[in-house]
Structures are given as structure tokens and as C-alpha cells.
């Protein structure tokens, strides 16, 4: 099939079979290796990935699906060597070690702070337990979602 | 001091943050072929034919290579340091399959897609063998491998004089673990290049000690060694499962037979399966106690299942004989540890290295000891364990500043212990379904590999034009911090900003040559030899300084990145200009190397504190609140290592109450996340971490210990002991899942 769709803002024509994973599209075919497999079954979170702003698992995601859709991937939120506030945020809360997992649950904190600008923890901790982080014990990460939130409110509140 | 003790992200955090770092499968090379692993489906067995043409026909295959077309040579995966005397076990590709999931054939080809579907037409015929998939059927005499008697091998010390069991209390725990996976997010890869002009290889990989790879490869290619290049990649995570070599040889061979670049990534049902596991354990442990809780005598008896490769296990199961010593006083000690084979995947390192069982089967036996005797469990460790000053009673090395009694003490206190012990009762007596209770859990690691033999580092540090320090370690941050903690201890020395630091990891064709990061030896020993390279870089610069610009050498000192006179305030010399001077009119660059001899291994604990809440209904137990205090000396960055240790309390709730890898009657283990339980952030509390940092070491850089491995040992038994407190209970095999606590809750009703 001839797939059309936008990665990262970005229009993308590919010539490719339906059944063609998210995941190998954009490893393979776009070289955006920030989105990791990890178990290829939708159970590690690792590929997360936003469809149309919605969090998915690239691993699960075929071309069939993507056709007009809007992918966004951890490439698509910083710009030239600039993090954006939730990268910034992981990064200064140390909620970063290995490194893996942190791709995939900086897109479903993503997700989750363009629907809900004020989440509480228990939904900070609903959103990212698609994800799995052997390193830690969520602790930062989850802390670092909770500031991003404030960050990008008082952002939004000076902007008014 | 103005970077140790200060919260800094790891070095390449930003990188990460930005989905920008490779990682080894993240790595493309020009004409690079994938490969696609053929792995055995019976448990054992021979194999009789590889039948590989429709696989050969697949358009963009280039070769399939199998155990009747590769080499007979042997290696051992667990080989590491030429020192070790270990049997070659392992062929790249066997006849001889052991387990589900042995090596069998591999398939390489231009892409992942069509390497895996080659791959799937590789026809391979067994002639099928009994096997056994665990300790009953191996010691009721199940034949599991040809030629190797059922116990691979035996084990037995004692230490001190048996006690007249006169008036002396005994009590007996029967505990049972099963197999676990490590669950590094980042499955195992690899990528190796080949320059066949050069008879050169290059092998890129996440792992533990990149000389221990060059080892294996060299010998088993019967290359020179400084032919094998292994660099170390960005690690996604190890806790011991990239410290063994199995998927780099098979990569190798391949690279070198093609002369062209290959790359291997295991999928997660590889990474289970087919790398190593936590080995299967049984063991029983008789305590006698004096009647006021002195413990007096352990006898442990410990079987371990090696899997089908005996791999690390005969060390593995020496090693725990000595873990108890680093908690407890143990006056008479009596151990017997036998290892067994099976029909299943191969048990290896994993982080503890049996600590974490020992203390698993340890603090039962004290939760048991304390209801017997009557006293309350808190009281009967602190009665037990080691204090300041004492000495590990197995090797003879001081503990020097053990702070274990008051880790118990003021975690005690901060977890406010006794009131929730009252608050339970009544919660209990009110609450029909649910159940709560607390349970405590301590255990002790090591720093280093001494004494079991003499550890040592090596570092090299020199200045860049712009004065700028270039740092040569052989270091393999796991993703827990090590570059960023070895640039402070660097830059703490020369007082210069730890970004003015550059350290690259382990490269055999750039770093001295090493053990590699395990034992828990990374901050203690390699961090005292970043200490000793800075301060001889130091001593240095003062040196030249005080040659070059014609000064005293003992008014001078190093301050803010510039060398400053006590007796002239207008000196300001800067690192640049002193290194520009000396290669310009010394013609010699600024640089320091140092050797550091490593002749301690302090005591380094952990206790762990745990309030649980079991449904009765569902046999469901929620982790309420969780407590770890760390008698971690001087703590380099802490955040980082709080960010760990939370880790390592997540990882021991999941060994307590969810994960096992089970061996159906088929012989295939358990190879799918969704059937092997984690963790998740839903499932956690606010993880509390109390660092303890007066029990400084002598000899870590700034009196630090080790933090990664001990970490864990505590977390398991705190939230077994929480469990049995909740339930009244004293369960013996792990994990406390809702089947394990339904199925005693129903045992409970019958009788």
C-alpha cells in the first residue's frame, strides 16, 4: 500500500504492506531509533509512541492504521539540542538512569498533560502503567511529571 | 566539598531525555547482516539434521550456519579474567541440545525480516532424550545430561567449634525461590564488525567487563588478543544479565565467516529463555538461639539448579557461604551447597550475586526464631548483628564502620514501626477481609572482590590543550550513574567543574585492562582509582607548575581550576596555560597514572522496612508503605544512588510477591512479559530512602561503599516478613502471589 502520514509534523509518502509494523516504520524505515523495543506485545511500553495524541504501542500499531494519522515521537518533542519542559524535567528530577524506558514514558506523560493539565498522582501513576521501569521505583519519574504539570501551567498562566 | 554529596543526573541524561543515545540495536553499518537465532524446541536432546535449503532460497540470505558447519570449539560464558580455571561447556552451535532454547543454527541476511523468516524455515530433526526440569526430577535420578552426574557439584565448610545444644532453642525454615528474569528493559544486543585485511574485530555491546568478552573471543577464534576490539555500548540495564557472554561469540563467528558486519538482538522471549536466569533455590536453615535470642549456631543447606550450562553456579553457591557474615554473629557456621543440573535455562549472575536468597532464607528464619522465642523481631536482630569494629568472621576482614544496629535503630523510628505494629493489631481484629502487617529485613554485601582475590584499578588522567581533563577508566555505567560519579570524584580532587571532566567507558583498544563492573566494586574500588589518578594529576600540575613558572612547590595549591601561590596572591596560573606551557617548553603533557591495590572490604548493609495489606478475597497484597535505610558511607550522588535503591526495592516486592519463571511439564519456560509480573508505577508506594553516611570506609574515594548490589538483598525478605506478619504465617515458597497466599488461606480454613 501507499501510506500517507505525518511523523514529527513532518509529511511522509511510503510504499509499504499494511501489516508493516509502527515500530519497524519508524526504526527501520525513519531511523527515529529513540522509540525502543522492548518486548514486542504492548506489555513494556518502551515504543510508545502518539498517535494523533494518543499514547499507543508502536509494537501493536500497523500501516493500515496510520493512514492521515499524526505520529509524534520523542524526536518530534525537542528541538535542535532543546528539550522540551517534560524532557527537561526527567532529566533534573533524575528520573533518568538506564535510559530505556524513558523515551516511552515521556511520550505517555506527554499524552497525558495534553489531556489533563492537572493530573493528580494516582493519575500520574495510572497513565504511566503502561510502562515499565526496572531501574527505579517510579518515584522521580512520577515527581517529574508532577512538575512538568506545574511548569507548563505557570507557562500557560504568564502567557495570560 | 563542593560536588560529592550533591544530586546530579546521570552524564548522558539529556541524550536520553531526548530519545538522541544508540544503543547497540539501535546501531547500523554499511552491509551489515542480521541474524536471526534457530533455537532448540525440545528440552534435550541430539540433532540428528539440519535441513537449511528452503532457507538458502529466501532471496537476501546471506548464510546459515549450524552445528554441522561451525567449529567444535568450546567456550565458557561465565569466563571473564584468565585467572579463572573453567571448562569450555558451550559451542556456538550445539548437537547436543540441553534445554528449550539452546543454539542451534542462526540465519544471517540483509534485513531483520528476512533473517527471521529464513530462519523459521531452518528444519532441524531430534532424536528426543528424558530430561528433568527441576530438583525433584533430577534427584529422584531423571538423566538430564549425558556423562554428568545429577549433582554437578558439592560444597561444605564450617566455621567455629559446634555448641552443646543445652538449653538452646532450634528452629527450622524450609525456603523455596524460583527462577528469575532480570527484566532489563534494553534486550541483550550486540553488533560486531569485521575487517578481514586486518584480520580485525570490532565488537560493540551493552556489558560488564569488555576485556572478559575479548577473553572469550580471542581464545575461541584463536585470535591475538589486541585483534579483538569490544567496546561497551549504552547500557539499557544488566543486574548481572550482561555480565556473561552468549550471544557474542555466535555474532562473531558470523562477522568473521561473512567478513562483514553483523548484528544480533535477542527479542524479549530470548532474553527470558535463552540468556541467563536467577537459578532455581531450595534451602533449609536450623538457627539454635539462647533463650534470650543470642544466636549461636546456623546450619544452612542449600540446593542451587544450575540450569543446563553449570556456568557461574559453582562460585554462585560458594559465594553465598559467606554472605551471612556480613550481617550477623554467627559463632558456629556450618554450610552444605550443592548444585544440580536440569533440563532448563541457564542460571547466571544476578545482582547480589545469592545475597538476596541468603537473606530471603536468613530473615525468615529470625521472623520464625523471634515468634518462638517470644521476642519482637526488630529486638532479636539487634541483638544478632554485627557492630562497629568487628570483623567478618569467614574471611578475617574488618567491617570497620558497620552501621547495621543503627540503620535497625532509626529506621525503627522514621517508619514509625511500633505504632503501626498497634494500628495493625487493631485494623485486624476490625477487618473481616483484609489483612495488614509490617516485616523488616537487613542484609550485608561487599565493595570488592577482596579477598577472595586481589582487587586492583587502574586509571589515567592527563589535560587537554584547553586544560580540560581527559580520564581513562575501564568503566560500564549499567545506567546507574558511574561516569557522572567518577567525573565528581575527579573534578572534587582538582576542584574544577565535573564537566570539565571527559571519561570514556570500557574500550580494550583505549582502557587499561580490567575485571569489569561487577561485585559491586565500580564506586569503591574503581572510584579510589579515579581518587588516586586526580590526586597524582594534582600533584602534577603542581609539579610542573612550580618548574615552569619557577615557584615554590609547597606554596602552591590548586583552587578553582587554577593553580594559586601562598605566598604571591597575583599567581592565577590556569590549567590551560600550564598546559600549553608544558608542551611547549617541557615538550611533555600534564598527566597522571595511577594503580590502586585494593585490602579492604568493609562491612556495607541495608535494612528495609515494609507495611503491607493482604485481600483475603483475592489473595492480593498492596504494598502501603516502604522504608530503606542504606548504611552506604559517604554517598556520591545521592539522588542517584536514592533513584537505585527504589529500584531495588521495586525489584524485591516483585521477587516477594509476583515474579517466577515456571517450566511447564514441555520443558518451555515462561518467555512473555505478560506472564512474568512487574512492577508498574500503580503498584508502588512513595518509596522512602534513608541514606546512613557515618559509616565511612578507609579506603573508598571519600569513605563511600558500595550501594547497587546491596540494595536489593533487604527488599524480598521485608515484604515476605510483612506478608507472614499480616497472615500469622510463615510461607516458604516465593512469591506470596494471590495463588500462593489462596491456596495457605484455604489450607488454613480445612484444618
Redesign the interface.
Known sequence: MTLHFFVNKRPIVLETSPDRRLL?IL??DLH??????????G??G?CTVLLDDQAVHACLTIAAQLEGCRVT???G??ELGE?DIL??C???E??????????GM?MSAKALLMRNSHPKE?E???A???????????????KAVQRAAEELEAKRTCAV | MKLIGKDKPIHDARGKAAGFVKYAGDVTLPNMAYIALVHSTIPHGCVKEVRTERALGVPGVYGVFHCFNTTARTYNRYRSNFAQNLPGEERVFTDYVRFVGDRVAAVAACDQETADKAARLVEVTYEELPFSIGFDDTLSGRNCLAGERPVRDEFFTEIGTQPDDDGLIEVTTVSEMPRLHHATMEPHACVVDCDPYQQQLTVYSPNQAVHGIRLVLADFLEMPYHRVRVVKTTMGGSFGAKQEWFLEPAAALIAKTLGRPVKLVYSREEAMVCSVVRGAMRGEVRSKFKPDGTLISLSMDVLLDAGAYIGNAADYIRALSGKPFRCYRIPYFRFCGRVISSNTPVSGAFRSWSAAEEAIMMERNFDEAARQLGIERIELRLKNVLLSGEADRKSGVPLENIRVRDALEQGRTSFRWDELVQADRAFNESSPRYRRGVGVGCGGHGNTYYPRFNDYGEGRLGLNEDGTVQATLTLHDHGCGTVTAMRMIIAEVLDIPDTSVYLAEGDTAVTPVDYGCFASRTTFVLGRTAYDAATALRDEILDRTAELFSLTRGSLRLENGAVRCRDDECVNITLEQLAQASMLKLKRNVCAQAQFNNTSNPGVTGVHFAHVEVDTWTGFTKVLDYLAVQDIGQPINPAMCAAQIQGAAQMGCGAALREKMTIGKDGRCTESLSKYHLFLATDLPDIRVLLLSDGRSEEGPFGAKSIGEISYVPAAPAVCGAVNDALESALGTLPYDPDCILKYLAEERDS
Open positions: 519497524d526504526r527501520e527515529l531509533t529513540g522509540v525502543k523495543e522492548g518486548c514486542a506485545e506489555e513494556c518502551a515521537t520523542i524526536e518533542l525537542a528539550l524532557q527537561t526527567f532529566v533534573e533524575i528520573a533518568i538512569q538506564c535510559g530505556f524506558c524513558t523515551t515521556i494516582e500520574i501513576r495510572l504511566l502503567s503502561g510502562n515499565i521501569c526496572r531501574c527505579s521505583g517510579y518515584v522521580q519519574i512520577v
